[in-house]
């Protein structure tokens, strides 16, 4: 089982909304991410755990917040967006970097989101 | 600063025919590198890693190729198929690290 599946698939959401985005693997990864990609560009890595410790935050504004409640759990809780937030939001996972020489990322589908 | 870079936005290719893809890298550390294909409003899909120990690896169709000295990786599908109609990402990581950068992006369109 390669997958890393990501829910919802599509969110609109307005500037005052809570929501969040949810991700799961059962590959048995140890570590998981969260990108961003806009139209044309390449993915941005957000956040990063290991060991559901949070590992990487990359300067990411508070209003994205990261959570790790079990080794396959990820999720993004979503809190007063602005539209310029609106992209889609990949969830991967790979193998623990510190002990293995490789390691893959393994991607989900994304979430596409709009905010209003 | 970008990191990681594919300097052809774009490339077509006949069916049938070898497609290359180019990747660019500025950071020595990096010791690590994937190819990724990506559809719209879907996840990248993996297609095929190299280490640094190496200069070529192959899978199937798709074999990347490593220059160290020249920092500069590529990536050839032969043949080129209409199904890979598709972008395609280069990514760059050190080793014992969890951070993977990516590259601009080519879009690949083979014409059948």
């Known amino acids: 089982d390669t997958e890393v599946t990501q829910t919802p698939k599509h969110l609109v959401m307005g500037m005052t909304n809570k929501k969040s985005l949810k991700c799961e693997q059962h590959?048995?990864?140890?570590?998981m991410y969260w990108y961003k990609q806009k139209a044309k560009k390449p993915p941005e890595l957000m956040f990063v755990y290991s060991y559901e410790k949070l590992s990487i935050n990359e300067s990411v504004p508070s209003r994205f917040s990261p959570e790790c409640p079990n080794s396959s759990l990820l999720n993004l809780h979503l809190h007063a967006l602005q539209p310029e937030d609106s992209a889609l939001y990949l969830c991967?996972?790979?193998?623990?970097?510190?002990?293995?020489?490789?390691?893959?990322?393994?991607f989900g589908e994304g979430s596409r989101l709009t905010v209003l | 600063d970008q990191q990681v870079k594919q300097n052809s936005p774009s490339l077509s290719v006949q069916e049938g025919r070898i497609s290359i893809l180019n990747c660019d890298y500025t950071n020595s550390m990096f010791d690590y590198f994937l190819w990724y294909k990506k559809y719209p409003a879907e996840g990248p899909t993996f297609l095929i890693s190299?280490?640094?120990?190496?200069d070529k690896n192959e899978d199937g169709r798709f074999t990347v190729f490593l220059n160290k000295s020249a920092k500069h990786l590529s990536l050839h599908i032969v043949p080129s198929q209409p199904g890979d109609s598709a972008v395609y990402f280069c990514?760059?990581?050190?080793?014992?690290?969890?951070?993977?950068?990516f590259g601009t992006g080519t879009r690949l369109k083979v014409l059948a």
């Open positions: 190299i280490s640094s120990i190496k």
């Open positions: 990514a760059a990581s050190t080793s014992g690290t969890y951070k993977y950068i």
């Open positions: 991967a996972s790979s193998q623990d970097r510190a002990t293995s020489y490789t390691g893959e990322l393994f």
């Open positions: 590959m048995g990864h140890r570590a």
